[in-house]
């Protein structure tokens, strides 16, 4: 499975934005972006993924780079819930379905 | 949306024991369900990948005699620690897919595992 980069850690403050990014550079062209996050002792939850084009959902918006190297996860307006480790995974369409998970960003909201 | 659930929660048991950790599909049907461990302060790490009615496919390093799965159903998978060792202590986790092709995995909440 191609390899990712993400930050140790980050902080940010309640209600404001928070970029996460990822870099891939070893991504392939059948590789789909995923992310997902994990709560203090709970299991991890999806977030997002995508292919090529930028994507948004309830939870964040994924911006992926035009040569798809890297990738940014926002969420618009960080709340205390969103303290967790944000994974970015990639998985070939046409592969296993497993996930290949690496060290993630821990992201701190300060209230 | 799809809920996995996993029972027990949390489970303490002495050394030379074995342990069964359940992973369900509440309500939906699961083509494949991956079990997972985690150490304390560490990411995720794959243990294995089951299909209903099939053989566990292990990843390397993973001991199929010792991390004991059955999938006997299209909503439930079985996890049994056997002769569990304080080294095997570690929060295992279930996930789950709905259907292939679709992306996203369904995790469960995770199993606390204390081997005294």
């Known amino acids: 499975d191609a390899k990712t980069t993400q930050p140790n850690s980050m902080e940010s403050n309640e209600e404001e934005p928070v970029h996460l990014p990822c870099n891939h550079s070893t991504i392939s062209g059948t590789d789909y972006i995923h992310w997902y996050r994990q709560l203090p002792s709970q299991g991890p939850e999806y977030v997002i993924h995508?292919?090529?084009s930028n994507v948004n959902n309830r939870m964040a918006s994924l911006a992926i780079a035009e040569d798809r190297k890297s990738s940014t996860l926002i969420l618009h307006r960080a709340t205390l819930r969103d303290a967790a480790v944000y994974y970015c995974i990639l998985r070939d369409v046409g592969g296993s379905e497993k996930l290949v998970f690496g060290k993630g960003t821990k992201l701190t909201v300060n209230p | 949306g799809a809920v996995v659930s996993q029972h027990p929660s949390w489970v303490i048991c002495k050394s030379g024991t074995s342990v069964k950790i359940e992973c369900r599909s509440l309500?939906?049907?699961?083509?494949?369900m991956f079990w997972y461990r985690q150490f304390p302060k560490q990411s995720l790490m794959l243990m294995a990948t089951s299909n209903e009615g099939s053989k566990a496919t292990y990843e390397q390093g993973v001991e199929k005699d010792k991390f004991l799965i059955n999938h006997a159903s299209l909503t439930l998978s079985t996890l049994t620690v056997t002769s569990a060792h304080p080294e095997d202590s570690s929060f295992y986790i279930c996930?789950?897919?709905?259907?292939?092709?679709?992306?996203?995995?369904?995790f469960g909440p995770g199993t606390r595992l204390t081997v005294t």
């Open positions: 309500d939906f049907q699961a083509t494949t």
């Open positions: 996930s789950a897919t709905r259907e292939q092709g679709v992306h996203e995995q369904y």
């Open positions: 995508g292919l090529t």
